[in-house]
């Protein structure tokens, strides 16, 4: 398998609509359409925004092959297999495969974490088991480890090694990840730093924002591709009262709150998320307003 790039642009951190006998696959649907009929360069299904820790094996596969036949080939899917336990990963990736995923996003093990040349062995044995393109996810607020540069360079001798989904919030590694890993797609985790990320080589985003204002984050990434710099950098400025609106508590708990407020049958949260504060709320509803989405 050759190096490849995924998806350039905005690639959606999908929520997953729940209802009381488990996945809203009906609700799902409409997300998917919704999102692709507004320029949605890639679906990104079973991430944290999709709340896969919840979510039981047999769950947890049926919603990625879902997303894969409503989506139909229209965009990539990259399905979320990460887990902190390598043999539970492995299988996950082997059964996202067999479901038609283009590609898998992996987070670091979170918990028992480990040491990097644990890290290196860990996905090592999780590409060994598949034969799909995967990106490394790097959110060590989350996770408590973080992917040292050296790691990802080690790693990208495998051609499955094709990205680092950055959610460190820390351009200063950014930059030493796109000097050292040169043929490692960079994609934003973070949706205050599309433009920073880009601006350093970066393909684009893996993007919360994107599930309720899909096509102004793939405009925001198309703009800088294209050389419209001031465009790109206007929908950057104009959009952070959203975006902070949207992690004013723990993603994907106003993601979801966004979605069912804009009339999109997003489902409930499943505990230990729960619903927001009055306070939050309001700060929610107010950045909605005031994008003309509610």
Known sequence: MSKKTLFTGSGVALVTPFNESGVDFDALGKLIDFQIEHKTDAIIICGTTGEASTMPDAEHIETIRYTVERTAGRVPVIAGTGSNDTAHGVQLAKKAQQAGADGLLLVTPYYNKTTQRGLIQHYSAIAAGV???????????????????????????????????DATGNISYTAQLAAACPDVDIYSGNDDMILPVMSLGGKGVISVLANVMPEETHDMC?????????????????????????????????????????????????????????????????ALKAHGLI
């Open 131 to 165: 034969d799909l393109p995967i990106i490394l996810y790097n959110v060590p607020s989350r996770t408590g480890l973080g992917i040292d540069v050296q790691t990802v360079k080690t790693l990208s001798a495998n051609e499955q090694f094709i990205g680092v989904k």
């Open 222 to 286: 198309e703009k800088y591709t294209n050389g419209d710099l001031a465009g790109a950098l206007k929908l950057q400025l104009d959009l952070l009262d959203l975006i902070g609106a949207l992690f004013c508590e723990v993603n994907p708990i106003p993601a979801k709150t966004a979605l069912n407020l804009m009339g999109f049958n997003a489902g409930k949260l499943r505990l230990p998320l729960y619903e927001m504060s009055d306070a939050n709320l309001e700060t929610l509803k107010k």
